[in-house]
């Protein structure tokens, strides 16, 4: 008796308005179900920004209230008759996942090949054995952090140019605080103008609102925000000479030039079946794996005759260090790759997105949407949306704003591209990348040290929208 009670006390939570959208579509966000999927996905961010200090992964917490908040949907709308078209509303978002899931994987499979390889650590050594000043140190790292964070995530271009900084100035903390920074700021700002440098342009990209192409509009206003903190922080910093790095006798793995230019291909094969035969990005990804697995097939099955090759010349020569490196080759393995993928982060993905989706599917994002771009202009509300981005992860916001899919033009998609892009490099604990590097850097690099420079952050970040409507309004 008391269960039957407390069923129908729960279920007359929802009123009789709440059928907005015709039959089957249930608002939920003045009912106790809602306020518990609020309180979930609350409870669950809170342990996401925590994740440094707790120590638990940041995929846990938000995996568990993906689970009980469709439970509550699905629970919700059986009792109501209609379980369908919670199981549609599910998988629709489940395929929104899934799509950008492969996507990823594939991506941080070359980026692994590559780095397997040697490429990032022959880029490493070529930079620390220059003896370049503190200044062009800052530069360099800050500009090559802009150049390959368009093709690479933000994460692993920042963490790269990180371990230079530490190996060149490993005493001098204060240059090792502002040069964070700057890569931070560079590699956020360098993912803006490419659909492959950013979780949320990619997410924008898929999403068919912005073509591959009209990205590129962004590469100026992204450049101004990072230079214009560039620039005053580089004021602050000495221009003497760094002492030089002896680097040792390193040589790329074979195939590592290949594996970029197949890269490069797969990226192209990405774009031609979207914008050509309409088909998803992913399916061009997928086929770009598949010209991998290939060649790691070629470099496996030629790998004895080219250790001989090697290991006659070495004889030869009485090289025993050469003959020593030889005897230690492991064959190239694909699947070593794709485990090696950021599974923690790509899993955060999927309850970032079903967290989302499922308050969406109650009707929260509705509400949203109708404060934030019905109240305000949609200038000032995708501005707010990048200053949000440096307290909530950029990922949740974008996809958030997807599914309010607001009624705007060409010039305001672009522009909440970029602030949802940039807007994280105004706190350290923003962006993925610098979360990262204030581990990296075991507290060098830290939210204070970060927080004193914001100011000229935020410089950059209103200098990178006013140039935005100048050059694209």
Known sequence: MFKKILLTLLLSSISAASWAAGAGSIDLTNSIFGFTALILFSIAYLLVIGEDLIHLRKSKPVLVAAGVIWLIIGWVYTQHGFPLEAEEAFNHNLLEYAQLLLFLLVAMTYINAME??????????WMVSKGLSLRSLFWLTGILAFAISSFANNLTTAMLMCAIILKVASNDKKFINIACINIVVAA???GVF???GDITTLMIWQSGLVKFEQFIVLFIPSLVNFLVPAIIMSFFISNEKSAPVVSENFQIKRGAKRIVVLFVLTIATAVLCHSVVNMPPVLGMMLGLGY???????LR?????SLDKKRSKAEAENDAEALKKLGNIVPFDIFDKIARAEWDTLLFFYGVVMCVGGLGFMGYLSLVSETLYSSWSPTYANIAVGVLSAIV????????????NPEMDLQQWLLVTMTAGVGGSLLSIGSAAGVALMG??????????????SWVIALGYAASIGVHFLING
């Open 292 to 298: 991998l697995k290939f060649f790691g097939f070629y």
């Open 440 to 453: 990296q850097t075991k507290g060098v690099y830290s939210f204070m040290g970060h927080l004193k420079w």
């Open 188 to 190: 956020n700002a360098g």
């Open 194 to 196: 490419s659909p492959f």
């Open 116 to 125: 397997e390889r040697g490429i990032f650590d022959g880029l490493r050594l």
């Open 301 to 305: 099955m030629s790998l004895p005759r």
């Open 393 to 404: 992860d950029n990922i949740p916001v974008v996809f958030a704003v997807l599914s309010m």
